[in-house]
């Protein structure tokens, strides 16, 4: 059993100690500490310690439970070796980088991302595309800059390296990386390779001395040192721990159809690389707790005699910065493996607290900050219920480890950010529980970006899109599966966000909020870098409005069509770089090209699918419906003058509503004409509840096509008209125009009363506490 | 004669305090009230959860109507200003069945306000160091059940110790702008129990009322009995402060 040495079991809750010194200190007022310490035992119970599991044995989960993971999709393998200087805040270390050309294409360059040179100067693209803001962080004095300084490249096999001699520069013999305690392997033949940091140092190219062809295999080595930004963006330090992220030089993808990609770091631009399988060596203090993508396959730890110089330790094991180091000065080597993944990250803090869960035999290791252990709980609960939902939905999870890592206090920049097997979560807002069971309760703050970071296994995880270029596949497909993990946790339809007492917000409110203000100023399926922080609109239009974008569609064509649909995409998907096309073809090859909607008096109306979805990815149409206006009037009849069959005009009554009021006149004289205008530019059919006088309701579909449309109701009073009553149009944001009473109706807006009664409340409130 | 009887034979007080604040109190909320309903007309909303949700929306397109709320709370604090000051002496003559006329009561006013604003360097003083000592007793419960209802403890003892204050400078000749009127009465309150304890726990029923009618409103949203039920919470409260006052008053001349 694998375990770390230094991970503190879950510490007895204080409370304990605390109610001992109560009893001394307040001698004097005995009635109030009475009272105090009657309430603080309530809250002394302590959590059992859960079970801590122990380290799987494989990386994968076995084949019967995983699937197949096909073999074509094993790209890229990584050997990485790294050391952490803890007082520099420094990872040396080097990569061993071997690639599969697995397309018909020839190469002579190797493109890689530096990831981390987008830290390291104002000019860096993602510097000047965030002006050293991120989300929760942005750049300090401490810390400012993050970079990547790449030593040196070799070529250590490569299908022509035996003619070595043709090569400008001579092969030279060198010793394998040592692994696994086993025998050294022959030493290699090398070739020092040229390269150069691109136009923007987020990117590099590695020049080949010949083409790599179809089927080629070659490893190129490449040694480099990283320093560490203080945490921005998902990586960096605080004090202490040590997010390390995006920080080995990571090999770009090569398409068939478009060559090599390796796109420049910007604000929006997240991670784009082939599956592999990687073996990673980590030295580190030995009292860093270590959280990593994979399962750890050794530990030695190495005393401090054995290691190199404690550069920085002062006496006491305090460091130069001020952070604690481990005092002995004692090292740890910590071997890890991962296979089938796109990326490897790994986090360190003497503070993690661990706390293990499981489901169905994936081991979930929490690394949480001790003041927040009480949520861990929590925390498993809501992983466990995305692992059932996502396993339901979109197939099997294929690793057999899952690591959620809390970013302490002052780090939160690291939070909410997803790799594989690995996620960092966001802590959970900071109410007491007898306020959440009682008056006010939330379920965004830990759970929902629990949830979303979990999804994102899948959604980018294992169906590896091209974040850059089409982020509405991987951010917004992600959210909005999200959303139906959710509905299955909480078995509804539309469950709630926000609680106070009885009143909810729910996530279609919180979408339509979302949607509202910024969620409109560009094509939801715009690349990455298309989005401009200085609008703040990227996470309205590629998360929210995505979402709602597909949860609209799931509503419109039926919720069991819909989620095949997606069951569809997940399986083409798995282990693939799919393409926002790949998702349309399977949405519509499921659902079809078009889609007859009924509604309940036999009418039908043709939804065109494809339609649908060019005017929500590719336009910044809206969906907006209002009631125009309900209008009761006299039927027509065939009162007045009339020729007869000689030609004469006979007749000449007057019409039955000229001496009656319109309400005086029986049902089947009067007529309801109800238009309904469109008032977006989004054209999607839209239904509409009649509600009539007589208490009976009527469903009618309109096709939205005309700008405004008219409905008409003979013999009949139409009291109340609701559009879309069922709360299908997600992407419908403003529905404070959707009902309407016909104005001889006089009953109360809905809203106006429960406001006033609230102010008159809180007026009364407030003038009673002045007695 | 005892602090219940008090508040009953000074029928006419509780039923000027009740008709003032619920007077008020509808004038404000209508308002409100007229305002939403200019905003959202010619429309509705329906009653199928998503209130909050509407009301969102409703404030995201009507962003004035928030200085309509701000405008309610201000009112209803200065009401609440006046009536801790003003008020409060001829509550009290009241309360004792003093032959002094209410306008002749006015001109403790000043020294009320005195004695009020004294009494606030003491209870912060007071708060301060109770907040110290709860944190460090519960570091990680400050906002539990615990600290809460420790916290409302604290506070309902200083509201004693100011209603105590108030009865001497208005009834017993006590100084009337020197600060040793506010802070004897804290020590007075500590070692009469049998004026603090019905005090704080009156204090307390005040409060719950006051939370009591804010949590009705936002949990019945709009039903039709609602308001009733939160202006019966009103009359509640009024009688539980008054009858507080009536316990200060009860308690008679400061013990030396």
């Not at chain 1, 605390?18 to 809250?43: E, H, Q, V, W, Y």
């Not at chain 1, 396993?391 to 057999?400: D, I, K, L």
């Not at chain 2, 001829?90 to 306008?103: D, K, M, N």
């Amino acid at each position: 059993m694998l375990l770390d040495p230094n991970a503190r079991a879950i510490a007895p809750s204080p409370p304990e100690l605390s109610t001992t010194r109560c009893g001394s200190r307040l001698r004097g007022s005995k009635l109030l500490c009475a009272l105090i310490l009657g309430l603080m035992f309530t809250g002394c119970s302590e959590a059992p310690e859960p079970p801590r599991l122990a380290e799987p044995t494989s990386a994968l989960r076995p084949e019967t439970q995983r699937g197949l993971v096909p073999e074509d999709a094993r790209v890229t393998d990584y050997e990485l070796e790294a050391r952490l200087d803890e007082a520099l805040h420094q990872v040396t270390g080097s990569a061993r980088v071997t690639w599969r050309n697995r397309t018909q294409r020839s190469v002579d360059t190797l493109p890689f991302h530096l990831y981390m040179n987008g830290f390291r100067a104002e000019d860096a693209a993602w510097m000047q595309t965030s002006r050293g803001n991120h989300r929760r962080s942005k750049q300090e004095e401490d810390g400012a800059w993050g970079y990547i300084d790449i030593h040196a490249v070799r070529l250590q096999a490569a299908p022509w390296l035996e003619a070595a001699p043709r090569l400008k520069a001579a092969p030279r013999l060198e010793a394998a990386t040592q692994r696994d305690g086993s025998e050294p392997e022959a030493p290699r033949a090398s070739v020092d390779l040229p390269w150069r940091e691109d136009a923007d140092p987020s990117t590099m190219t590695v020049d080949l001395p010949q083409t790599v062809g179809p089927g080629d295999v070659i490893t190129v080595q490449l040694d480099f040192t990283v320093q560490l930004p203080r945490v921005i963006a998902r990586t960096g330090y605080y004090e202490d721990f040590h997010a390390v992220a995006q920080w080995y030089p990571k090999l770009g993808v090569l398409e068939e159809e478009a060559g090599w990609q390796a796109h420049t770091f910007t604000v929006h631009d997240e991670f784009y690389a082939d599956f592999g399988n990687y073996h990673v060596t980590l030295d580190v203090a030995s009292n860093m707790v270590v959280g990593a993508t994979g399962i750890r396959t050794a530990e030695e730890l190495v005393p401090a005699e054995q290691t190199e110089a404690t550069d920085g330790l002062q006496e006491g094991g305090s460091q130069e910065d001020g952070t604690e180091a481990d005092a002995t000065g004692d090292r740890k080597r910590l071997t890890y493996v991962a296979e089938m993944v796109h990326d490897f990250v790994w986090m360190a803090d003497p503070d993690f607290v661990e706390h293990h869960g499981e489901w169905q035999g994936v081991r979930i290791r929490q690394l949480i900050q001790p003041e927040h252990v009480g949520d861990a709980d929590m925390f498993l609960a809501v992983t466990q219920a995305g692992f059932e939902s996502y396993h339901n939905r979109f197939g099997p999870y294929p690793w057999s480890t899952l690591t959620i890592v809390h970013p302490p206090e002052g780090a939160e920049g690291a939070g909410g950010m997803e790799y594989p097997t690995f996620f960092t979560a966001g802590d959970r807002a900071g109410l007491p529980e007898w306020l959440r069971a009682s008056v006010l309760d939330e379920q965004m703050t830990g759970k929902f970006v629990t949830l979303h970071e979990f999804g994102h296994q899948y959604f980018q995880g294992l169906f590896a899109s091209r974040e850059h270029l089409e982020p509405w596949l991987d951010e917004g497909i992600n959210t909005t599966s999200n959303m139906l993990a959710i509905m299955d946790r909480e078995q509804s339809d539309d469950p709630w966000l926000v609680r106070l007492l009885s009143q909810k917000l729910h996530y279609s409110d919180m979408m339509r909020l979302g949607i509202a203000s910024r969620a409109f100023l560009q094509p939801q399926s715009d690349p990455g870098h298309a989005f401009r922080s200085i609008h703040r609109n990227y996470g309205s239009t590629v998360y929210m409005r995505v979402a709602a974008t597909m949860l609209t569609l799931r509503n419109i064509v039926g919720h069991d069509a819909f989620d095949a649909a997606m069951r569809v995409y997940s399986e083409r998907a798995r282990f693939r770089h799919p393409r926002g096309s790949d998702f349309e073809d399977a949405l519509i090859s499921s659902l079809g090209e078009r889609v007859e909607l009924a509604a309940g008096d036999g009418q039908v109306v043709t939804f065109d699918v494809r339609d649908y979805l060019d005017q929500a990815l590719r336009t910044t149409r809206q969906i907006d419906f209002e009631v125009f206006s309900i209008i009761r009037r006299p039927l027509g009849g065939e009162a007045g003058w009339h020729r007869d069959a000689e030609g004469q005009l006979t007749g000449g009554e007057l019409p039955a509503y000229l001496d009656k009021e319109l309400e005086e006149l029986e049902d089947d004289a009067i007529e309801s004409l109800v238009s309904v205008r469109r008032t977006g530019s989004f054209i999607v059919p839209v239904e509409i509840r009649f509600e009539l006088e007589d208490g009976s309701q009527e469903t009618r579909i309109w096709d939205g096509r005309e700008t405004i449309g008219v409905l008409s109701f003979p013999g009949q009073r139409v009291r109340r008209v609701v559009l879309d009553p069922d709360n299908k149009l997600l992407l419908e944001w403003d529905r404070l125009d959707n009902v309407a009473f016909a104005p001889q109706v006089d009953e109360p807006d809905g809203l106006s009363r429960p406001v006033g009664d609230i102010t008159e409340a809180l007026s009364l409130a407030l003038m009673g506490i002045g007695l | 004669m005892n602090a219940w009887r008090r508040v009953r034979r000074a029928w006419r007080l509780v039923l000027l305090v009740v008709l003032l604040q619920l007077t008020l109190a509808a004038f404000f909320s209508s308002g409100v009230r007229a305002a939403v309903g200019r905003s959202i007309e010619p429309y509705a909303v329906l009653a199928d959860g998503h209130l909050l949700g509407a009301l969102a929306a409703l404030h995201r397109d009507n962003p004035g109507l928030v200085a309509g709320y701000q405008q309610v709370m201000l009112g209803s604090l200065l009401i609440s200003a006046l009536t801790w000051i003003l008020l409060s002496p001829i509550a009290i003559t009241r309360l004792a069945a003093s032959p002094i006329a209410a306008s002749a009561s006015l001109r403790h006013v000043p020294a009320v306000l005195a004695t009020s604003l004294w009494h606030l360097l003491p209870r912060a003083v007071l708060l301060a160091a109770f907040g110290a000592l709860t944190k460090r007793l519960m570091p990680h419960d400050i906002l539990g059940l615990a600290g809460i209802a420790a916290t409302a403890i604290a506070l309902a003892f200083c509201t004693c110790a100011l209603d105590l204050a108030r009865c001497h400078v208005v009834l017993h000749g006590a100084r009337r702008f020197h600060p040793s009127t506010a802070f004897r009465a804290f020590g007075e309150a500590f070692h009469r129990p049998g004026v603090t304890l019905p005090s704080v726990l009156l204090s307390l029923a005040q409060w719950a009322c006051a939370v009591g009618m804010l949590a009705i409103a936002i949990d019945a949203a709009g039903a039709p009995s609602t308001l009733w039920l939160v202006r019966a919470l009103a009359v509640v409260g009024v009688l539980c402060g008054l009858t507080r006052l009536a316990v200060a008053v009860e308690a008679g001349p400061a013990r030396s």
